[in-house]
């Protein structure tokens, strides 16, 4: 069954079109399942309506025509109830309905399963039988895996669907809608730029080109490249291969040869397809035939072919990654946006960013949070390879994304890209005045850097310090680790920057979803396993030469302070306070003149809240990775989409946590920060500062709202509202109160201006 089911659903994701894939499923269904009849019905959310699509066995003419009411029929009714139905006598149920043009009168029992993408019911797979009998449970087993299975695919052919063939590419302008997962505020109006990631066929795009010839010869110069390092490859291993091992290099050499994939990509260019998109396009066939194979050795040959397939591509993709142009208003899309792909984007045409995975709280959101570009993450469900060069707009507020919006909407979001664009202006009248409650409460607010362009911003905004330092960018960004002079050098930069506010540098914090491609963490759960302090401990030879890059780097400033992330108890800070003890005595013995500076833990781990006094009383300052401790407290992986909307910072549980690392952290006498995305929310931050932290870090972009914010209540206010919060257990209900209380109090205005669209 499992092998079945696999081929039919590769077979249908393959299909080029929703209608092809329907045919597919419903051929491929009925022969599997030895029914007489299948059929799917899709829901056509405009009319609300379950629209027979496809069906063999039913008369075919029926298709497009016969359509039920959810309050209607068999189909109807296992829409309805999302779940499968399993009728002897299909007739003799009341909620029976006969379609005469379908010819179905004759089929006796009945079978349908419901199709259900992300909660919502999509369609209805049916298979029905003359005979009367009851189908067995292994029968609908079968039937309600591969409507499973086939949910995705559909919902991802009927997305294609509506955006096929429009904009650069063709006409009928039709509006969509993606949902996605908020990333950062705001919204854009904009072009689409797909970046692929290096080398990857799968996700290639279909793009029509006009310069056919120019598209051949891009071709020919790939395949020629790729033959000659092929040959070099065959020569390089002579000693080391056995001839017949070595054959497999003429097969390569065969395969790429005109009369075979060489002649196949080239014919498919001359249709006006450009040549990464006819390559894709050939070799996605070749791997599907070979993978149907039922002979192991010859399903084997998917990967050489695969293989060589990549190698093109990656020739093809640098020829084009030399010419790729940004157009004004650029947004960014990719199946997984990389903090690298967006310095690659000219100042000033990036407006704002699609990535298919990822969440709100992934690395590359916070960046773009940094950067003020409005983002949507985890658009599972965009087919984001087919809308290079269309129109989009980017809701970052609701974490939306339009394809082909028609005019009136494009309107709506210019109003609010404007009105954001006033309201920004406005706050930065703010930057010269105290974080200062109405009743005399002065709450100080720090950034959080890691680009270059930070520095900047958070000076323009007026920030009193630097409360996360995210070390790992200039790791980051680089093909090796930096030395400790090159550290030095970053660091000074920063520390001088801000002198003589304080900088609060992170050791690396590498792991989870940040990696450094020159050494590569491959772990089933990466944010379980090897992360942040676990790294550094694990190799003290990083740890002791980032430390010393610091101290050295802070030599005559002294405005440098020293934080630990994802220190999950007292002897990790021991050896952390070891090491850093150790680098100290080290620069001081080479005759730098430098303070030993305050060292901090960050609370980021459950094991750490429960500990927090005694952390405390081992260090100066803690300061809270809320990011990380809501992901652990509440076991929703930060970066993952499906589970985005359970990842709740507001969730009761988090704020409980809060409280009890301010109150452990003022027991011991050492003053508490919070540097995760909640302290730039700016009704969140109300909170924070009714808890008691002593200082706020957040991204640039944020500082002046959560500035306004907090300036135009009293802490005895916020005091109020959050006792009213705590005594709240369902996070709902917590976030409405305190939408409902900040909007009573006239304090909303800040919070998202594209509200009304939505509304
Ligand atoms: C956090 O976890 O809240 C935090 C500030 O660190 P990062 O987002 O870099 O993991
Ligand atoms: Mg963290």
């Given at each position: 069954m499992l092998n079945t089911l696999r081929k039919i659903v590769q077979e249908v994701n393959s299909a080029k079109d929703l209608k092809a894939a329907l045919t597919i499923i419903v051929q491929r269904v009925k022969e599997a399942m030895g029914s007489q009849v299948c059929s799917v019905y899709l829901l056509d959310t405009e009319t609300n309506r379950f629209v027979l699509m496809a069906t063999e066995g039913l008369n075919k003419r029926s298709i497009g025509k016969v359509s039920m009411a959810p309050s209607e029929g068999l189909v109807g009714l296992v829409g309805t109830r999302e779940e499968p139905l399993n009728l002897e006598d299909a007739a003799s149920h009341p909620r029976f309905r006969y379609f005469a043009e379908t010819g179905e009168e004759r089929y006796a029992s009945f079978l349908g399963a419901p199709i259900i993408h992300h909660r919502r019911v999509v369609g209805v797979l049916v298979i029905q039988q003359k005979e009367r009998r009851q189908f067995d449970e292994g029968e609908e087993a079968f039937l309600v895996t591969m409507s499973a299975q086939l949910a995705g695919v559909i919902a991802h052919a009927e997305a294609t669907g509506s955006i096929r063939g429009l904009g650069k590419q063709g006409k009928g302008i039709q509006e969509a809608k993606f949902i996605g997962v908020a990333g950062s505020p705001g919204a854009a109006v904009g072009t689409a730029v797909v970046v692929l990631p290096p080398a990857d066929l799968e996700v290639v795009p279909d793009k029509a080109v006009d310069d056919i010839a120019a598209e051949l010869q891009l071709f020919n110069q790939a395949l020629e490249r790729v033959r000659e390092d092929m040959r070099a490859l065959s020569a390089k291993l002579a000693t080391q291969l056995r001839p017949e091992e070595r054959a497999l290099f003429d097969v390569y050499l065969m395969m790429l040869d005109d009369a075979a994939l060489g002649s196949e990509v080239t014919t498919v260019i001359k249709t006006g397809q450009w040549a990464q998109g006819a390559l894709r396009q050939v070799v996605g066939e070749h791997v599907n035939r070979f993978e149907l194979m039922d002979d192991a050795y010859l399903r084997e040959r998917a990967s050489d072919v695969k293989d060589l397939g990549r190698r093109l591509l990656a020739y093809l993709q640098q020829e084009r990654q030399q010419s790729l142009v940004y157009p004004d208003n650029t947004i960014l899309v990719s199946e997984e946006l990389s903090p690298a792909m967006l310095g690659?984007?000219?100042?000033?045409?990036?407006v704002g960013l699609v990535s298919v995975l990822g969440s709100g709280n992934s690395h590359v959101a916070i960046f773009a949070r940094a950067m003020g570009i409005p983002t949507v993450m985890g658009a599972v469900d965009l087919p984001y390879s087919k809308i290079d060069g269309i129109q989009l707009i980017v809701d970052g507020y609701h974490g939306e994304v339009f394809t082909n919006p028609s005019e009136v909407l494009r309107k709506q979001y210019a109003e609010v890209v404007e009105e954001e664009r006033q309201l920004t202006q406005g706050l930065s009248a703010l930057r010269a005045l105290p974080c200062e409650t109405l009743d005399g409460h002065r709450m100080p607010l720090w950034v959080n850097t890691g680009l270059l362009a930070d520095v900047v911003r958070a000076q323009e905004r007026g920030?009193?310090?630097?409360?996360?330092?995210?070390?790992?960018v200039p790791f980051m960004i680089k093909d090796r680790f930096p030395s400790e002079k090159e550290q030095l050098a970053i660091y000074r930069e920063q520390l001088a920057a801000f002198h003589p506010l304080p900088v609060t540098m992170r050791s690396l914090d590498i792991g989870g979803d940040k990696a450094l491609s020159y050494f590569p963490i491959k772990e089933d759960n990466p944010f379980l396993g090897w992360r942040g302090i676990r790294v550094t401990l694990d190799h003290p030879e990083i740890f002791l030469v980032q430390t010393r890059a610091m101290l050295k780097a802070s030599e005559g400033l002294d405005n440098l302070r020293i934080l630990l992330p994802m220190?999950?108890?007292?002897r990790e800070l021991e050896e952390a306070l070891h090491l850093i003890h150790r680098a100290w005595g080290e620069v001081r013995d080479e005759g730098a003149d430098v303070l030993l500076p305050p060292v901090g833990v960050m609370i980021e781990i459950p094991a750490a809240v429960y500990q927090v006094r005694e952390l405390a009383r081992q260090v100066d300052f803690l300061s809270v990775g809320s990011n990380d401790l809501t992901q652990y407290l509440l076991a929703v992986?930060?970066?993952n989409p499906r589970v985005a909307d359970l990842y709740d910072f507001l969730h009761p549980a988090v704020l409980q946590a809060l409280r009890m690392v301010v109150d452990g952290a003022h027991a011991e006498g050492k003053p508490v920060s919070i540097c995760g995305e909640m302290a730039g929310d700016p009704s969140a931050a109300v909170l924070l500062m009714a808890m008691g932290f002593d200082s706020l870090s957040m991204n640039a972009t944020n500082l002046p709202k959560v500035k306004w914010l907090l300036r135009q209540i009293s802490l005895s206010k916020a005091k109020e509202l959050l006792a009213q919060l705590m005594a709240i257990d369902n996070p709902q209900v917590t976030h409405s109160t305190l939408h409902l209380a900040l909007r009573n109090l006239g304090l909303s205005r800040v919070l998202n201006p594209a509200s009304a669209i939505q509304a």
């Open positions: 690659e984007v000219p100042a000033g045409k990036l920030a009193e310090g630097v409360g996360l330092y995210r070390t790992e220190i999950s108890g007292t992986d930060r970066n």
